[in-house]
């Protein structure tokens, strides 16, 4: 496949979904990369080579539905590598278009909770680790730390979860895993956190970015 070219393509469907009489084929083919088989290096390739915020959308877009698709198909350090190259990516580009980087926290919190249950606890311990050393960077940082906490609360829940195809018995054990985790284990630390940021961000005149 030449990344390139798919690239290009999906550049131009974006520009075409714009226009009244070419935005059915280009749905059509934002659609079609979609549900692309292995399609994961594509997604990456696009995410470090785009520039236009909404190419950028649809190719998160599609890494998530290929990562549902094909979990099973990946090893356990690909998922975490592929975990942590999306958090370094939205730390590294602050001026990212907001509807994006909300898009990608969200795949990460996908990434988190599909591979929930073949973790150790240790290893479940260690997504919050990484999010209260996001919070301890920078201001920008601390916003994206807080807002992955919110997009997993929302993976992690009944009614905003999204749908990877799997059971409802799956989703309920790892509400309840993690509800568990949270309480007994990080509540306090998070929350000394938010509560520390959203007085900075008060000081700032910055509340907005939250």
Not at 29 to 55: A, D, H, W
Not at 76 to 82: A, C, N, R, T
Not at 110 to 121: E, H
Not at 172 to 195: A, D, G, N
């Amino acid at each position: 496949m030449d990344y390139a070219n798919v690239l290009k393509e999906l550049e131009e469907a974006c520009a075409d979904f714009h226009i009244p009489a070419t935005r059915v084929a280009a749905e059509q083919t934002l659609l079609t990369f979609q549900k692309t088989p292995n399609i994961l290096p594509v997604c990456r390739y696009i995410l470090e080579n785009g520039n236009n915020s909404m190419v950028l959308f649809h190719a998160v877009t599609a890494l998530k539905e290929c990562f549902a698709r094909e979990y099973r198909e990946l090893t356990k350090l690909e998922v975490s590598e592929l975990k942590h190259s999306l958090l370094n990516y939205v730390f590294q580009k602050p001026t990212l278009e907001r509807y994006v980087c909300e898009q990608i926290l969200q795949v990460v919190a996908v990434i988190i909770k599909r591979s929930w249950q073949d973790n150790s606890d240790e290893e479940k311990g260690e997504i919050f680790n990484e999010i209260i050393g996001l919070i301890q960077t920078n201001l920008h940082g601390q916003n994206l730390g807080i807002r992955l906490f919110s997009s997993l609360t929302d993976e992690f829940s009944s009614t905003k979860a999204s749908s990877i195809g799997l059971s409802w018995d799956f989703h309920f054990s790892c509400k309840q895993s993690f509800e568990v985790i949270i309480v007994v284990v990080h509540c306090i630390p998070l929350f000394s956190f938010t509560y520390v940021f959203i007085r900075e961000c008060i000081s700032l005149g910055s509340l907005n970015w939250i």
